[in-house]
């Protein structure tokens, strides 16, 4: 009987287990459940905006907010210039913290800390969008929202007492949302003085840290630690309004000359003259690519009525094509000046001479001047005033109502043949021809030379070309003549100012300047 009711036992078993679970699969089939209601179905178009960020987080600010503009640019041009931006950036870093290690590391007995590897990885920072704030100061505000998933390698090792210790920092994720202010903006490159950066929100940080080859962050409680650690000091010293100031130039500095050209730097160059007078301006030389010249040349006036007079300073930006921008004027009243005593002076370059003009209160830079008013006594007061400068009279024979135009070729800088450099000058003017002599192997040759061309009238519509060429007399050479560059110089200058003496970038040369020297004597 045992036997038989086991084996019944079993039979009832497996039958009554078959017949439950065929009883549970169709009452799964075929019951409803009471408690999951049907699904509402809204198109995206009447979702309000909390609910699409809650469908969809990931979304680029500048979908989310109008106010944000796409920054698809610069991400592209950030995804071509990260390697080389990673090599530069993690130099720099390098150079920065390593001699700051190196200065503390005697404190606590440490033998070495050394980065040993070093690279934020392949994976470049994107911008999900930018705002620009527009205000009246003169600054500019923006508010980036910066996401960066990176994959850096960053191991240090430390060595003390035969041992060696290593950190590697990995895995680098990091949401901020960095408000950055340029201020305020100059007129010199980079354009502004100083960076302020604040946070508009604690950012989120999360990275991985291996000490010793093993996760750091898997001990539990180290993660959460880490992160309210970084969030807090980070918010501490650094959200709104708290900032962090990079000063890039002094803003005083900056200020001196407003930059004029396009690229580059401004070339100015100072015109003076007497108000009133007939007698033309005078110039000073010409100051290429600089922001801050100093001329120290000194210029001599007669002065006919000092308590009406006004000495005019014009500031220009020398072109090689064109007319020449002005970058400023002012005037000073000799009424103010008195006799005998030498007077600094400091003068705002402004756009007009009208005080009420609203254009001078943009700021364009400031010119330092030195003032000496020298009153004659009876015996030395001159008896033409306007030929009293410092150029000679025409010669006995010279038309009248022309003059003599006297050019004096002085020296080049920087010339480069291709095959030789023998340079010599030729002048071109009125179909007439004037060579200078040839310095042998120079690329700074100097000739002192004088040429004169008698003229009828005035050539104040005219220009003289000024050729500066290399010959060599060697045999066989293919190229035995090269030009090293030219200049076509207008001579309405000197026919105003009576005497110039400036330096000019030679044409199709890479770096040649050349200075000459041209007066215009009358009869």
């Known amino acids: 009987m045992g036997l038989i009711s086991t084996i019944l036992g079993i039979f009832g078993f497996g039958f009554g287990f078959l017949i439950g679970i065929v009883a549970g699969y169709f009452a799964f089939i075929f019951s409803e459940p009471t408690h999951v209601k049907n699904p509402k179905i809204v198109p995206l178009s009447e979702r309000s905006d909390d609910d699409l960020q809650t469908l969809l987080p990931e979304m680029p600010l500048w979908v989310k907010n109008p106010d944000f503009d796409r920054l698809d640019w610069l991400n592209k041009f950030l995804q071509y210039m990260w390697p080389h931006l990673d090599k530069a950036i993690c130099k720099m870093v390098k150079g920065i913290v390593q001699p700051m290690i190196d200065e503390q590391i005697p404190k606590f007995k440490i033998e070495s800390v050394e980065f040993e590897e070093l690279t934020l990885g392949c994976l470049p920072p994107t911008f999900q969008g930018m705002k620009v704030y527009n205000t009246e100061e003169k600054e500019l505000i923006m508010e980036l929202s910066v996401k960066w998933a990176a ?35 100059v007129p010199s490159f980079p354009c502004f003085a100083n960076i302020h950066v604040s946070l508009m929100e604690k950012p989120h940080v999360d990275f991985g840290v291996k000490l010793f080859g093993a996760d750091a962050m898997s001990i539990p409680g180290a993660y959460r630690l880490v992160q309210g650690i970084i969030k807090d000091q980070v918010a501490n010293m650094y959200l709104w309004p708290k900032r962090l100031e990079v000063q890039v130039m002094d803003p005083a500095i900056a200020m001196k000359l407003k930059k004029k050209d396009l690229l580059g730097a401004s070339d100015p160059y100072v015109r003076m003259n007497l108000v009133g007078e007939k007698v033309g301006a005078k110039k000073t030389t010409v100051k290429y690519k600089n922001l801050n010249p100093e001329w120290n040349e000194e210029f001599t006036f007669v002065v006919k009525d000092p308590s009406k007079q006004t000495l005019k300073f014009k500031v220009h930006d020398w072109d090689e094509v064109g007319s020449h921008d002005k970058m400023g004027i002012n005037v000073i009243h000799l009424k103010d000046l008195t006799p ?184």
Do not use: C
């Not at 400091?346 to 020298?374: C, F, I």
């Not at 200078?436 to 040429?451: A, G, M, N």
């Not at 003289?464 to 050479?477: A, C, D, N, P, Y």
């Open 151 to 185: 994959n850096p390698n960053v191991l240090v090792a430390a060595k003390a007492f035969g041992l060696k210790a290593t950190v590697q920092v990995i895995e680098l994720q990091v949401f901020a949302h960095p408000r950055i202010t340029l201020k305020p903006l």
């Open 340 to 523: 005998e005593e030498p007077k600094m002076m400091t003068l705002d370059l402004l756009k007009t001479l009208n005080p009420d003009d609203p254009q001078n209160d943009k700021s364009r830079g400031q010119l330092v001047v030195e003032v000496n008013y020298k009153p004659f006594s009876d015996g030395d007061v001159p008896t033409n005033v306007e030929d009293s400068g410092d150029v000679d009279k025409a010669p006995a024979g010279t038309p009248d109502g022309g003059g003599l135009l006297v050019v004096i070729v002085h020296e080049a800088q920087d010339l480069e043949g291709k095959h030789h450099t023998n340079p010599s000058v030729r002048l071109h003017f009125r179909g007439e021809e004037r060579k200078s002599k040839i310095v042998k192997k120079s690329r700074d040759p100097r000739w002192d030379e004088e040429f004169q061309f008698v003229v009828e009238e005035p050539p104040s519509n005219e220009k003289i070309h000024v050729e500066v060429v290399s010959i060599s007399k060697r045999m066989g050479l293919r190229h035995p003549k090269e030009i090293l560059g030219y200049v076509d110089i207008r001579l309405a200058d000197v026919v105003n100012n009576k005497r110039i003496n400036e330096r000019y970038n030679l044409i199709d040369s890479k770096n040649g300047r050349i200075q000459i020297e041209m007066q215009w004597r009358t009869a």
